[in-house]
């Protein structure tokens, strides 16, 4: 895993990841959080100008709310549990429609969103579009998938081990 300190340090893909072009799109990754904060990103992508930046994040402050924001479609959050110091695994769906928010591989909450297919980074541990939200703990095994996985996909990558996970 890498280990994030809360201050200045995130992982960027380069520009132009095409699987993030698709109108579908799947992102996950598990998160160890070791802060009292809100809205630290796990991941996003995007600049800031155009409808295809979306982003996960957790709030640990004592609300326990997990949040997906998608510029100019409005952002949403659940509470779910999300403690310090364990692992949690949280996946975004996006099937050219709507998009799922999954929290240890069970749905926590979806809206009708509309998000563009521009080609653009994928930013971890940060906010990607202002720089801002940083993530102070470990991320590790980010996937990301040109396709909107099912609930039983999510579970079945959630369950697997870095050995056992293929590019299919």
């Not at 310090?84 to 979806?110: C, M, P, Q, R």
């Not at 720089?131 to 959630?158: D, K, P, R, Y």
């Amino acid at each position: 895993s890498a280990s994030f300190d809360g201050t200045d340090d995130y992982i960027v893909s380069g520009s132009n990841i095409t699987v993030v072009d698709a109108s579908a799109r799947t992102v996950s990754a598990w998160a160890r959080p070791t802060a009292t904060d809100s809205n630290m990103y796990v991941f996003s992508y995007g600049d800031g100008t155009n409808l295809e930046n979306f982003g996960l994040w957790i709030d640990t402050s004592g609300s326990g709310n997990i949040g997906f924001v998608g510029y100019d479609t409005g952002d949403f959050a659940t509470t779910s549990t999300v403690n310090l110091n364990e692992w949690h695994h949280f996946a975004i769906t996006y099937d050219g429609s709507k998009v799922y928010v999954y929290h240890n591989g069970v749905l926590i909450n979806s809206a009708t969103k509309s998000l563009d297919t521009g080609d653009t980074a994928l930013y971890i541990g940060r906010k990607s579009w202002d720089g801002s939200n940083w993530f102070e703990g470990n991320i590790c095994q980010v996937g990301i998938w040109s396709s909107a996985l099912t609930q039983a996909q999510i579970q079945s990558i959630m369950e697997k081990t870095y050995e056992e996970l293929t590019a299919s």
